[in-house]
């Protein structure tokens, strides 16, 4: 197991890091940071080390994307880095099961399950978000759903809403196991309700940058969530299995190596074949960040 620890590169080209505070989750640590090229990284988890850690992954897969973007589809393929060269890997061949497994469900061809509550209460999902929201100035509820695939992996759903089930937010988790899968999603949902900061100082006038993207998808989640997020329950049995090892499961697909710096952490492309290009027709997608 090949480990790179040598991460002082990557901090470098940090601008003016800081540590958001959610008034929606307040107690998950959240870390930002623009590079040197202007993309913003950010890493979310439940204690600051886990977010810095994921803050320089972000970065060096923005490090890495400079110098191939052509060839990189963020709508289809899977991106990730690690310092252990194998979880680069892994985590790549994931983010792009997760990419086909969403696409296909929001076009339709896949069925959401929610998630029923006591199997969260048992998995630590509820505390998990419980605890990231103690403290929270603006109530959000989130609910969690289970993807029907065909794919050797679980792809959860997390939506958050307001008290009046408006100005809805969607993330997403994958993983061989539903637990760790739901987590992904729980903590994605809630760095991505960062977006609403901006969309209610626009609202109130209070902020002139272009939000129309951002409102442009939570309008487009509302009117898809009677489709999309039925009551069908998901069956816990379901929710239980544990998949193999990718390796040996996934579909075709290729691994590329994007490392820009042998000095710094392992990135890692993966491209599952017969994916749509989105360059070449931009398909529907529900992803907020791109």
């Given at each position: 197991?090949?480990?790179?620890?040598?991460?002082?590169?990557?901090?470098?080209?940090?601008?003016?890091?800081?540590?958001?505070?959610?008034?929606?989750?307040?107690?998950?640590?959240?870390?930002?940071?623009?590079?040197?090229?202007?993309?913003?990284?950010?890493?979310?988890?439940?204690?600051?080390?886990?977010?810095?850690?994921?803050?320089?992954?972000?970065?060096?897969?923005?490090?890495?994307?400079?110098?191939?973007?052509?060839?990189?589809?963020?709508?289809?393929?899977?991106?990730?880095?690690?310092?252990?060269?194998?979880?680069?890997?892994?985590?790549?061949?994931?983010?792009?099961?997760?990419?086909?497994?969403?696409?296909?469900?929001?076009?339709?061809?896949?069925?959401?399950?929610?998630?029923?509550?006591?199997?969260?209460?048992?998995?630590?999902?509820?505390?998990?978000v419980k605890k990231a929201r103690t403290g929270a100035t603006a109530f959000r509820d989130t609910q969690f759903w289970h993807l029907t695939s065909p794919l050797p992996c679980h792809c959860v759903v997390a939506c958050s809403a307001n008290r009046m089930g408006q100005d809805m937010i969607l993330g997403f988790g994958t993983a061989t196991q539903a637990q760790a899968a739901a987590r992904l999603a729980a903590t994605e949902v809630m760095l991505m309700e960062l977006n609403l900061y901006t969309v209610m100082a626009a609202r109130g006038g209070r902020d002139t940058s272009d939000q129309d993207r951002i409102e442009a998808k939570i309008r487009e989640y509302a009117a898809r969530r009677g489709a999309l997020l039925p009551s069908i329950p998901a069956d816990p049995a379901d929710l239980n299995t544990s998949h193999g090892a990718l390796s040996s499961t996934m579909p075709p697909h290729t691994l590329t190596d994007l490392t820009a710096d042998p000095a710094s952490r392992p990135v890692w492309l993966c491209k599952i074949d017969g994916m749509p290009s989105s360059k070449v027709a931009p398909p529907d997608h529900p992803f907020m960040a791109q």
């Open positions: 197991m090949q480990i790179i620890t040598s991460d002082m590169n990557l901090k470098t080209v940090w601008r003016s890091p800081i540590w958001p505070d959610s008034i929606y989750a307040p107690s998950l640590a959240i870390l930002q940071s623009q590079t040197l090229s202007g993309r913003t990284a950010s890493g979310a988890d439940a204690t600051r080390d886990i977010a810095f850690e994921k803050c320089l992954s972000e970065t060096a897969e923005i490090l890495a994307l400079e110098d191939v973007l052509p060839e990189f589809d963020p709508i289809t393929d899977g991106l990730a880095a690690h310092p252990d060269v194998t979880l680069a890997q892994h985590n790549a061949m994931l983010e792009a099961l997760q990419r086909k497994a969403v696409l296909s469900w929001w076009r339709g061809n896949g069925l959401a399950k929610k998630i029923p509550a006591n199997w969260l209460d048992d998995h630590q999902i509820t505390s998990f």
